[in-house]
């Protein structure tokens, strides 16, 4: 593990690769020097087009895959800022070309296998049809399902507009964000493990504890929720014992408002982002002036 990647959805989308930093250089001094703090800062932007919609990231097989929503696909990047589609439901194979020129079913989450033959992937619905995502009159209850890869057919249901889904032991994962939900998928079934309140996206696993992340409802958005009270709901953390689904312990942010993804990265690699709240301005100016990575780095 080198870097983490990120992507975000605005028009242009970008891809933004960070790296921890291991050393700095501070301005007028020679050579940099270690530093115990392993903060992650970019090293690599790529912009895309908007009309990706990019969602999940994952890497499979070694390659960094995304869901591109707007084109109901999963696609692959390659070192010099390309992509291409690498999977798609089967049920759009009769639209030809068509099936990519919008969102028809919100594709929009990568449980990662070793291969792209063992993933699976989630979307709020199983067809196309007159009413897409977006749409306030989109039907969404109980709608959701999970497509495996293999056959690109669908292999669960009964999800409400799903995130955020992982394997984890053998078994799908996946945020049931409707109804405040994270579970399993149990058969062709959505089994939950845990009721939440918020709407469930951001998934992570640590051993037999699951964080999983909770965001407010957006006002547009309420149709979207028809298991949650959007009063109610908060922007939080929370850890999860992944055998009994007990509520280990939590963050809440009482004025936050969206979490999107979790990622779980191992001490030794990072120390977390070199921002913190009442941090000293000279220290991030140094920071920023002179790190050092191990990605790609010239030095004398």
Do not use: K
Not at 292 to 297: D, G, K, L
């Amino acid at each position: 593990m080198t870097t983490r990647d990120v992507a975000s959805t605005r028009n242009p989308n970008q891809l933004v690769t960070l790296a921890p930093s291991h050393a700095v250089r501070e301005p007028g001094r020679p050579r940099a020097l270690g530093t115990d703090a392993r903060p992650l800062l970019p090293v690599r932007a790529t912009f895309l087009p908007g009309g990706l919609y990019l969602h999940d990231l994952a890497m499979i097989g070694g390659r960094l895959h995304a869901n591109a929503v707007a084109q109901n696909a999963v696609v692959r990047f390659d070192d010099r800022g390309g992509w291409r589609r690498v999977w798609w439901p089967r049920v759009l194979d009769r639209l030809g070309l068509r099936a990519f020129a919008r969102n028809y079913l919100q594709v929009n989450s990568i449980a990662a296998g070793r291969t792209l033959g063992s993933s699976f992937f989630t979307a709020s619905a199983d067809a196309p049809s007159a009413r897409r995502p977006g749409h306030r009159n989109f039907p969404v209850d109980r709608r959701g399902v999970v497509f495996s890869a293999a056959t690109g057919r669908v292999v669960a249901r009964g999800l409400t507009r799903p995130h955020s889904a992982r394997l984890h032991r053998g078994r799908v994962w996946v945020d049931d964000s409707g109804y405040g939900r994270v579970g399993m998928i149990a058969g062709a079934r959505f089994e939950p493990v845990a009721s939440l309140p918020g709407w469930t996206r951001g998934l992570a696993f640590v051993g037999d504890v699951a964080f999983v992340g909770t965001s407010r409802v957006l006002p547009r958005f309420h149709q979207y929720a028809p298991g949650l009270e959007p009063a109610r709901c908060e922007s939080a953390i929370h850890a999860l014992d992944v055998r009994t689904g007990r509520v280990l312990g939590s963050i809440v942010w009482p004025h936050g408002n969206q979490i999107f993804a979790i990622e779980a990265v191992p001490a030794e690699f990072a120390t977390g982002l070199p921002l913190s709240p009442g941090a000293p301005r000279d220290e991030a100016r140094a920071l920023f002036y002179g790190f050092r990575t191990r990605v790609r780095e010239e030095t004398p």
